[in-house]
Each structure stands twice: as structure tokens, then as C-alpha cells.
């Protein structure tokens, strides 16, 4: 693909907007093999169950499922590695910052194709409760309720 185009988006975490408030969202490079970046373009990429952690300075995308490149025989990655995050020093120590208070985590909410490169958008999240879940369920319901009135209204 050439630069300058966007695409896509190729893998989207549904669950982390229900599980988590999200505060922030940084966009951060993913580090891929040669396999795992074709994989990636295909939309192969299940990114529901990751989350990031820090080792040694460095931002780790943990859980994330990459299949395997079907033309790839013996040069296919591991599906489940780690993968490295590329971020800059002051938002890795921000981010570490954040998540040492309780409650707070990143997930990864989105991976796609920016300029010809994998791009993972992650959030800064805190956990909900079981009672703020109910709610935004609610308000879902409540919203969809009234868009299918307008729309029905619009209609005569």
C-alpha cells in the first residue's frame, strides 16, 4: 500500500469500551516479523483478550493472536508472542505512571494500517464496577429506543 493512504480497520476490541472507562487513547507502532505483518494486512489479528505491560522501560503487547501466514511453511511466527510497542520515553512514563494507581490498565482498542505501517491504538483504562456496565446498557437501550422512533417518525 502506498504511503500517504489509510485502510482499514483491521482488528477492533468491542470488549474493552464495555470492561473499562477509557481516559486516554495513545497510537503506538507495532514491532512485526515479515509473516506476521502479511497476516496482519489479511486481517488476521484478534486483539480481545490482549492487554500491555512494561519490561524494562519497554511497552509489551501481551495476548494478541496473529494467525498464521498461510504461504509461510517453515518461517511462520508464534501466534501468542509478545510484541513490542513502539512509544516514546515521556509516554511510556506517563503510562506507567498512570497505571501504578489502582484500577487502571492499558488495552489495546484498535490495530490498522497507517502509512504502510501497523499502528495499535491503546487506552488508558479503569475498570467498571458491575453497576456502571447495567447503566451504559441502559442508556444503549434507551438511545437505540429513540433513534427507532425518529427514524419510524421520519418515514410518514
Not at 27 to 56: M, Q
Not at 106 to 132: E, S, T
Amino acid at each position: 500500500m502506498p504511503k500517504g493512504t489509510s485502510s482499514k480497520v483491521l482488528a477492533n476490541n468491542k470488549r474493552a469500551s464495555f470492561d473499562y472507562a477509557i481516559e486516554d487513547t495513545i497510537e503506538a507502532g507495532l514491532v512485526l516479523t515479515g509473516t506476521e505483518i502479511k497476516s496482519v494486512r489479511k486481517g488476521k489479528i484478534s486483539i480481545g483478550d490482549a492487554f500491555v505491560r512494561f519490561d524494562g522501560g519497554e511497552a509489551i503487547l501481551w495476548n494478541s493472536n496473529i494467525a498464521h501466514f498461510e504461504q509461510g511453511n517453515r518461517y511462520n511466527h508464534e501466534q501468542l508472542r509478545p510484541r513490542k510497542l513502539l512509544l516514546h520515553k515521556k509516554q511510556i512514563a506517563t503510562l506507567m505512571g498512570s497505571v501504578s494507581r489502582d484500577g487502571y490498565t492499558i488495552v489495546p482498542l484498535k490495530v490498522y494500517i497507517k502509512n504502510g505501517y501497523a499502528k495499535c491504538l491503546i487506552g488508558l483504562g479503569r475498570g467498571k464496577k458491575k453497576f456502571d456496565k447495567r447503566d451504559d446498557l441502559k442508556k444503549k437501550d434507551a438511545k437505540r429506543d429513540i433513534d427507532r422512533a425518529l427514524r419510524d417518525k421520519q418515514k410518514y
